[in-house]
Every structure is written in structure tokens, then in C-alpha cells.
């Protein structure tokens, strides 16, 4: 299993990036999906969720900024995010699977917001 982020960096306060996640070796539309980041000493937080049937949920300090999609075709989840914060910086981490924590996980992808 492989998942593979993309598309973190660095970005104005109020601007805006969509982090993508490729995934291989797993059937891909059968799984659920999510987005976690964590800051380094802080725990790791779910960000956002999505389920085989396109049902969603979010951590409320996103809410209305972010948007989690997939695309079962391309084996890919999607995380565009709105209106960004500096206390949206984060490690961005992919994860795959059913199991609480999930099953499995991407090295993760920087964002970093400056004010």
C-alpha cells in the first residue's frame, strides 16, 4: 500500500493550496479516506473525512475553508484549502482504511501559512 501526497507548501495568510494524495495497492473505492496534520509536540488531528460513499466530515476549526473529494478513477483524495491561517501549518498526512487510527498512512506534506 502507498499513499503519496502532493501539492503543500508555503502560502500567504487568506490564500489558498489543494493538497492531493495518490493511492496504489489497495482498492481505493471501497476505503474510506482522510486528512490528518499534525505540528511537531502537538497530538495529530483529524482534519477531514470521507467515506466510499462520499459522505464527509471536518474538524470545526475548518469548517467552511476546506473541502475533502475523491476521485475513485484516479485513485486519488483531494484537500482544498480555503482562507488559510497560520495556525493551519501543519504536516498534512493522507490515511486510508477503516481502523481508528487508519489503517494506513503517507509520509505527509508540509503547508506552512505566514502571516
Known amino acids: 500500500v502507498q499513499l503519496v501526497e502532493s501539492g503543500g507548501g508555503l502560502v500567504q495568510a487568506g490564500g489558498a493550496l489543494r493538497l492531493s494524495c495518490a493511492a496504489s495497492g489497495i482498492i481505493f473505492s471501497i476505503n474510506a479516506m482522510a486528512w490528518y496534520r499534525q505540528v511537531p509536540g502537538k497530538q495529530r488531528e483529524l482534519v477531514a473525512r470521507i467515506t466510499r460513499g462520499s459522505s464527509t466530515n471536518y474538524v470545526d476549526s475548518v469548517k467552511g475553508r476546506f473541502t475533502i473529494s475523491r476521485d475513485n478513477a484516479k485513485n486519488t483524495v483531494y484537500l482544498q484549502m480555503n482562507s488559510l491561517k497560520p495556525d493551519d501549518t501543519a504536516i498534512y498526512y493522507c490515511?486510508?482504511?477503516?481502523?481508528?487510527?487508519?489503517?494506513?498512512w503517507g509520509r505527509g506534506t508540509h503547508v506552512t501559512v505566514s502571516s
Open positions: 490515511t486510508a482504511g477503516l481502523g481508528s487510527p487508519p489503517d494506513y
